[in-house]
């Protein structure tokens, strides 16, 4: 009974919720905010990726809290499981395919992973996806020998300074007398490597900070047994 | 009066509809780690709503490839935003697994009832008062169900 | 100078990111960063109030104009929120050293940065992301007790705050899709030919359960009392008097700016008169001292939702008067449940083994009821001339409500303090009554001096929030802030 009218309530409010929806006019989107940032965002902080520029310049600071709520999940992560990991032989060996395979993508992955890192004002893609692409090149060889270690001192070192530096970048605008989080150094070198003042290093601090993050997280979880 | 099936009516269905299930999920699930896959759900649900918000018919991604003149593109904020929801989710999700992981060590059980009964059982002890009836369990003593085998050799492993 | 109003916001996180790296050589430089970082804090807001800037004021984060960017509102409000938040945070700075400290610590600046944004934020969806923040930097600190019922309270609680977060983050979307925009001051301005309509009625509605989480709104308040059962008395003390008013603070943001319908207002009403219901029977009901707080801190902030029912200025100086009253009085009772926190029966006698407690005891809960001289009296009759006021009978019930829950309130505070000051049970010495820690009681005093002195100034407090409440409740002075502050306009 319960059940049933879990059910019926969630197949309403999804109903309901749809019908609202409908009223929208999809497709052809207000664009208010949207459309003034893609007009003057090349201006301003002379990167071709508008997302980009959302995300380091216009929205700095949502980028700076999503960082923290990754440190924080992570810290609070490492509370709970506490620091003993004992990787007594509970996971089997990785086989033939995982453990050579995993040991010749590294490479591949670290190089493309730091390519897309320092291509996010220019092309799809920037630190959050490539600081993902780092996680898994330092996660794979944890699968393929669960005995391998992760150094969680190098970890939280790295973590730790490629957060700070997000802040004292954009600190270091704030005592030239410009905002917080201001792009500076902006050159007039639009699409190239080189370009977009200091936003490319913001990403970079975003790359390692989520790399770090997300491996120091997954072989938490991946190394965890008993508390006692 | 049918209505027209567009693709805007099924791209909305598919944004709503894995809310809905979602929330359904977290309410039906007897097992905290379905609750948390449940909430997975809803929340790419309210992504590709997000998502939604932004696009725009024949436009591109809001990429330059040439100076001056490009076509129409799709607005950047929901792109943005839409990637901060995303990893927002997936450190929550993790922290929530290795909640789930001590739990399943402490407890010996995932299932949501159980867990509830043995916290407030916990709350009332440290507290030092006689437990309250919980809302899930009869009044009166019965005889609680034998767990199986393979539980209580888990048990067995802690404490 | 108004620039650096940033660094309260920002600086904990700097010290957050760093705190494991400097604790890694050196714990006993590490364990000054925080307190230091929340000194600073507070120095350079207190700063800022009394250098007498022109409030409100409105900062552009990276110098992108609003709407664009997201900007900073500051007005005397925020001020004295972020302010409470930074000395809060010193007050409740978990001092305790062990092999755990730097992420406890980190956790803890998280939180005080995460709630500093929640109250300058000016866009919703840099609201939402700060409000995650604080989601997960408490989940982190009530899991660090340690108790498996502490985890088990936590994943409840997680579960019920990831419903909340998808029903935010689907209000947003909704609203977006609307109005093209996030920014609070530009919503504002669009909010009148585009929101005021289902869509914009449902978007709030998603907004207030999501945010009504954290503000212990009646359907979603299940977690508030095994969290504050389980969790560390100060991070209770945190949760319960300022993360939930934080979330109040943008519900009454979202209503003074965004959300004009009737309907959204009643249907708040509603919700705030079941909470004051279901709270204070469950505290009267419950049999130990932690629950007791929480059930009824639940049905506090059931009063403040009556009270932010009537959207105009007079509402808002009834909602600041109680958030107030209630921040201090609850902070400082969940400081005395450090030692007291259990069962009510084991407190027998308790006066004699430590007289202080009991005084502060009383002094809080003659306050919370609403006992002249003291603060709270001032709160309560505030808010029942305003309830009065009204005319739709809705808010007479919500008046009959808080009335009688005046009475509950002070039959279960009452049969405590009955029992602190009667004889103490035949077969227990008196070194075995419970008594709280020698900090948490000095930090309880703290607060017990600061209702004393509000009692003692009470005109000029009031005319203070009274202020503060025009200002906050005057929705044309935000969009002129935000537009005007910094060049861009729309």
């Known amino acids: 009974m319960r059940n049933l009218t879990s059910l019926l309530f969630a197949g309403g409010l999804g109903f309901m919720l749809l019908a609202i929806a409908s009223g929208l006019d999809f497709g052809a989107p207000p664009m208010l905010v949207g459309g003034a940032i893609q007009s003057t965002a090349p201006q301003e902080t002379g990167a071709t990726n508008i997302v980009t520029s959302v995300v380091l310049g216009y929205r700095g600071i949502d980028t700076l809290g999503e960082l923290s709520i990754l440190f924080a999940a992570a810290a609070a992560a490492g509370l709970v499981l506490g620091r003993r990991h004992t990787t007594a032989g509970t996971l089997t060996e990785g086989g033939f395919v995982l453990k050579h395979g995993g040991a010749m993508l590294f490479p591949l992955l670290m190089t493309i992973g730091f390519y897309i890192i320092f291509h996010g004002h220019l092309t799809p893609g920037g630190g959050f996806q490539g600081g993902v692409i780092l996680a898994a090149a330092f996660f794979l060889p944890l699968l393929a020998r669960p005995g391998a270690r992760l150094h969680h001192g190098m970890l939280s070192v790295i973590e730790g300074f490629a957060g700070s530096s997000f802040i004292l970048i954009g600190l270091?605008?704030?005592?030239?007398?410009?905002?917080?989080?201001?792009?500076?150094?902006?050159?007039?070198?639009?699409?190239?490597?080189?370009?977009?003042?200091?936003?490319?290093l913001l990403y970079l601090a975003v790359g390692l900070k989520v790399g770090a993050e997300l491996a120091g997280l997954l072989s938490h979880l991946a190394q965890t047994e008993s508390e006692v | 009066m049918m209505p027209e099936i567009s693709l805007e009516l099924i791209l909305y269905t598919t944004a709503l509809g894995l809310i809905s299930i979602g929330l359904a999920g977290v309410v039906l699930s007897r097992h905290l780690f379905r609750m948390v896959l449940a909430l997975v759900i809803a929340e790419a649900g309210a992504n590709l709503m997000l998502v939604l918000a932004g696009y725009r018919w024949d436009a591109v991604a809001p990429i330059l490839t040439t100076l001056g003149e490009h076509p129409p593109m799709v607005d950047p904020v929901p792109q943005a935003m839409v990637l901060t929801a995303i990893v927002i989710g997936v450190g929550i999700q993790a922290l929530a697994v290795s909640?789930?992981?001590?739990?399943?060590?402490?407890?010996?059980?995932?299932?949501?009832?159980?867990?509830?009964?043995?916290?407030?059982?916990?709350?009332?002890?440290?507290?030092?008062?006689?437990?309250?009836?919980?809302?899930?369990?009869?009044?009166?003593?019965?005889?609680l169900p034998s767990l199986p085998d393979s539980t209580v050799e888990i048990r067995g492993g802690h404490s | 100078m108004s620039d650096l109003i940033v660094l309260p916001l920002v600086?904990?996180?700097?010290?957050?990111?760093?705190?494991?790296?400097?604790?890694?050589?050196?714990?006993?430089?590490?364990?000054?960063?925080?307190?230091?970082?929340?000194?600073?804090?507070?120095?350079?807001?207190?700063?800022?109030?009394?250098?007498?800037?022109?409030?409100?004021?409105?900062l552009a984060i990276g110098g992108f104009a609003p709407p664009m960017g997201i900007n900073l509102y500051i007005d005397s409000l925020a001020l004295l929120f972020a302010f409470a938040v930074q000395l809060l945070g010193l007050l409740f700075w978990p001092f305790k050293i062990d092999q755990e400290t730097a992420r406890r610590q980190a956790l803890m600046l998280l939180l005080v940065a995460a709630s500093t944004g929640l109250a300058l934020s000016g866009d919703l969806f840099n609201?939402?992301?700060?409000y995650e923040l604080v989601a997960v930097a408490t989940f982190g600190l009530i899991a660090a007790s340690g108790s498996s019922a502490a985890y088990a309270s936590t994943i409840r609680y997680l579960i019920l705050s990831g419903i909340g977060s998808v029903l935010t983050l689907l209000g947003i979307a909704l609203i977006y899709s609307q109005t093209g925009t996030l920014n609070l001051a530009h919503l504002a301005q669009l909010a009148p030919e585009q929101l005021n309509n289902k869509l914009g009625l449902t978007a709030f509605l998603t907004i207030l359960i999501g945010v009504g989480v954290k503000a212990e709104l009646f359907p979603v308040n299940t977690w508030a009392p095994e969290v504050y059962a389980t969790a560390a008395s100060r991070v209770s003390a945190f949760l319960a008097g300022l993360v939930s008013k934080l979330a109040l603070l943008i519900i009454l943001r979202l209503l003074v700016l965004i959300f004009h319908q009737p309907e959204a207002v009643q249907v708040m009403l509603v919700l705030g008169i079941l909470g004051v219901i279901t709270g204070e029977l469950a505290a009267w009901r419950a049999k130990d001292v932690r629950r007791m707080l929480a059930f009824s801190s639940i049905g506090q902030l059931g009063m403040i939702f009556i009270a932010l029912a009537i959207p105009e200025q007079g509402g808002l100086l009834a909602v600041l008067a109680l958030t107030f009253h209630h921040l201090l009085i609850k902070s400082g009772l969940f400081m005395l449940a450090d030692g007291w926190g259990g069962a009510i029966e084991k407190l027998r006698g308790a006066a004699k083994r430590s007289?202080?407690?009991?005084?502060?005891?009383?002094?809080?809960?003659?306050?919370?009821?609403?006992?002249?001289?003291?603060?709270?009296?001032?709160?309560?009759?505030?808010?029942?001339?305003?309830?009065?006021?009204?005319?739709?009978?809705?808010?007479?019930?919500?008046?009959t409500v808080f009335l009688l829950a005046t009475v509950i309130e002070a039959a279960y505070l009452f049969r405590l303090a009955a029992l602190l000051y009667g004889p103490a049970a035949e077969d227990t010495p008196i070194?075995?009554?419970?008594?709280?820690?020698?900090?948490?009681?000095?930090?309880?005093?703290?607060?017990?001096?600061?209702?004393?002195?509000?009692?003692?100034?009470i005109t000029p407090v009031g005319d203070l929030l009274s202020h503060v409440a025009g200002q906050a409740a005057n929705a044309d002075l935000y969009i002129n802030t935000v537009f005007a502050g910094t060049g861009g306009s729309q």
């Open chain 3, 355 to 399: 007289p202080l407690a009991a005084a502060i005891f009383v002094l809080f809960s003659l306050s919370l009821i609403g006992m002249p001289p003291l603060p709270g009296f001032w709160a309560k009759f505030t808010l029942i001339t305003q309830l009065a006021a009204q005319t739709s009978p809705l808010y007479l019930i919500g008046l």
């Open chain 3, 127 to 130: 609201l939402y992301v700060f």
């Open chain 3, 11 to 58: 600086l904990p996180l700097f010290g957050a990111f760093l705190l494991p790296i400097v604790m890694r050589t050196s714990i006993s430089i590490g364990a000054w960063i925080g307190p230091a970082i929340l000194a600073y804090g507070c120095w350079i807001l207190g700063d800022q109030w009394m250098s007498g800037t022109a409030l409100p004021f409105s």
């Open chain 3, 431 to 457: 070194d075995t009554i419970p008594k709280p820690a020698g900090l948490s009681l000095a930090t309880a005093s703290l607060f017990g001096i600061g209702l004393l002195a509000a009692a003692l100034f």
């Open chain 2, 99 to 143: 909640i789930l992981i001590r739990i399943r060590q402490r407890y010996g059980t995932l299932d949501r009832s159980q867990v509830a009964e043995r916290m407030d059982a916990e709350i009332a002890d440290t507290a030092g008062i006689p437990r309250d009836v919980s809302q899930e369990s009869p009044l009166g003593e019965r005889p």
């Open chain 1, 172 to 200: 270091a605008a704030l005592s030239e007398g410009e905002a917080f989080l201001q792009p500076m150094l902006v050159q007039d070198t639009l699409g190239q490597l080189v370009s977009a003042g200091t936003l490319p």
